[in-house]
């Protein structure tokens, strides 16, 4: 069945969710976003709907209303939208994307009516390419006409919804940043030590992708404990007080990252943990 869907906030996880539902059948309404050459490019990536530059009646007139605004605007955008739907939104359901926040933040559309939740796609969306969303886990979290709308929208569009308390959302979000967000600055500084000592930044991607990429096969086929490999993986200390040493020519916050990542592997990785955490903070000293 043909359902509207609003989407409030049409940036880079707005304009592909919005672009795969109207692929599916989905009409779109208003398509929402700060200005109008935004809402009309967001218009032109997902194929249709009406372009507003800010919050309106509009956005209110669709069965479902997608919110993907940045986290630290839900709020306001909550608030704005109450006031301009006011009792139009009994029977609505509205969503958002955060990773982070619950429905709570919601709670002015709750108070009018609305059932409200919120639907995270576990996936990075660069806005340049279109990422894979089939076998995707999105985390679900709403009150339950909120949360099967949700549980919907993730199925068709190729994930696999998981239900999820909203108290358990900061931690479930919190593992996407400590392996997907650290791996960007950790690529960006290893890049730029190759660089340094001569390859081009070219030259350098292609130094540490196909290694990356290994490393994640490896992870996917054995476990992280059983791929695992490195200088602390061996056990060999003087090769870690070698890259200590060399480091001292780098950024402090790379020296500092190596640092909490090999203690951190000592303790999560190593079959000895304490003991290894005694040696490595030795070797680290040199
Ligand atoms: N990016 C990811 O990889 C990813 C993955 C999963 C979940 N999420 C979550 O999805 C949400 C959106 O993230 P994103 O990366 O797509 O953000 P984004 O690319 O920065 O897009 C945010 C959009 O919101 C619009 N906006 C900002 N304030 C607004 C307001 N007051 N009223 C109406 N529109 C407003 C912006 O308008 P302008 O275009 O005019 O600036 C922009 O179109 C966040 O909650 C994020 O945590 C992101």
């Known amino acids: 069945m043909a359902r509207t869907i609003s989407i409030v906030g049409a940036g880079r996880v707005g304009k592909t969710l919005g672009k795969r539902l109207r692929q599916l059948g989905w009409r779109i309404g208003a398509v929402v976003t700060r200005s109008a050459a935004t809402s009309r490019a967001a218009v032109q990536a997902i194929g249709a709907g009406l372009?507003?530059?800010?919050?309106?009646?509009?956005?209110?007139?669709?069965d479902v209303i997608l919110l993907t605004t940045p986290d630290d605007k839900l709020a306001g955008v909550a608030r704005a939208l109450a006031e301009v739907g006011g009792k139009g939104w009994r029977g609505k359901i509205v969503l958002h994307t955060s990773g982070t926040l619950d429905r709570s933040v919601l709670a002015p559309l709750a108070r009018l009516g609305a059932a409200t939740g919120s639907l995270h796609p576990m996936q990075t969306f660069s806005g340049t390419v279109t990422p894979k969303l089939s076998g995707v886990i999105f985390a679900v979290e709403g009150d339950p006409k909120a949360r099967r709308a949700a549980q919907n929208i993730a199925r068709a569009l190729g994930g696999v919804p998981v239900v999820i308390e909203g108290r358990d959302?900061?931690?479930?979000?919190?593992?996407?940043?400590?392996?997907?967000?650290?791996?960007?600055?950790?690529?960006?500084?290893?890049?730029?030590?190759l660089v340094r000592i001569g390859f081009t930044r070219r030259r350098a991607m292609q130094t540490l992708l196909p290694l990356t990429r290994q490393m994640l096969d490896n992870v996917e086929r054995l476990g992280p404990r059983t791929a695992w490999t490195g200088p602390l993986s061996r056990g060999d200390y003087a090769v870690i007080a070698t890259h200590a040493g060399a480091l001292k020519r780098h950024p402090r916050e790379v020296q500092e990252a190596y640092a909490a990542l090999a203690h951190l592997a000592a303790r999560v990785l190593s079959k000895r943990p304490a003991s290894a955490a005694k040696q490595l903070k030795r070797a680290l000293k040199v």
């Open 51 to 62: 372009a507003r530059s800010g919050i309106t009646i509009d956005a209110a007139s669709a």
């Open 169 to 193: 959302k900061p931690v479930y979000h919190a593992t996407a940043v400590l392996v997907a967000g650290s791996g960007f600055p950790l690529i960006e500084s290893a890049v730029r030590m």
